[in-house]
Each structure stands twice: as C-alpha cells, then as structure tokens.
Nanobody
C-alpha cells in the first residue's frame, strides 16, 4: 500500500507556471504507474496525465497537451506535474493517483490509491 501527498498548489495569474509534487510513502512509487487528475466544482474528476513506472510511457489529455509535463523521480519517491501557460479553466483541485496495473491508463477507476488533493486557482 502507498500513501500519496500532493503539494505545490496555489493562486496564480493566467500565463503563470506551477509545479505540483506528489510524495509517496509506504510502498515505493516505482511499483506503480502514476497519474494526475483534477476536479473543478460541479464537474467529474478529469484525467490530466499519466506516467509509467519507469517513466518511459507518457499520456496526456488534449486539454493540457503541450502545456503540462508529468515526470517522476523514483529515487525521491515523487511524481511531478509541471504546469505552464496556466488558464482560468485549469482551476481545480489536483489529485495524484497510483495504479498497480500493467498498463498506463487514463481510466479513473483503474487507479488504486489517491492523495487528498491540492487546490490550483488561476485568475484572469
């Protein structure tokens, strides 16, 4: 079992950048494919990006492709989400998640463990 804690959220202006971190404890995060999701008020939790356990496989939603970058440092048990050119519509609570499955996936229900989320607010 793994515990996940997100950090790095905050209030920024449109066009700014933020880097979110997801620190894993318990079982090493190198055992998992990792993903980032977000949820805005009144919306379903939305897939953002995912990365394979070795970092070799990456997957992004169309809404963030070219602006966000997912990465991981297994030695530090940490996964990152670099967010550039932020827009007001990126405002949401951002969650990281761990998947014990064999394939990198965007399916929310495939993820086994979740963090508590970190708020990102982008003002216009």
């Amino acid at each position: 079992q793994v515990q996940l804690v997100e950090s790095g959220g905050g209030l920024v202006q449109a066009g700014d950048s933020l880097r979110l971190s997801c620190a894993a404890s318990g079982r090493t995060c190198s055992a998992y494919n990792m993903g980032w999701f977000r949820q805005a008020p009144g919306n379903d939790r939305e897939f953002i990006a995912a990365i394979g356990w070795s970092g070799a496989v990456l997957n992004y939603s169309d809404s963030v492709k070219g602006r966000f970058t997912i990465s991981r440092d297994n030695a530090k048990n940490t996964v990152y989400l670099q967010m550039n050119s932020l827009r007001p519509e990126d405002t949401a609570v951002y969650y990281c998640a761990a998947d014990e499955g064999s394939y990198v996936t965007s399916r929310r229900l495939a993820y086994d463990y979740w963090g508590q989320g970190t708020q990102v607010t982008v003002s216009s």
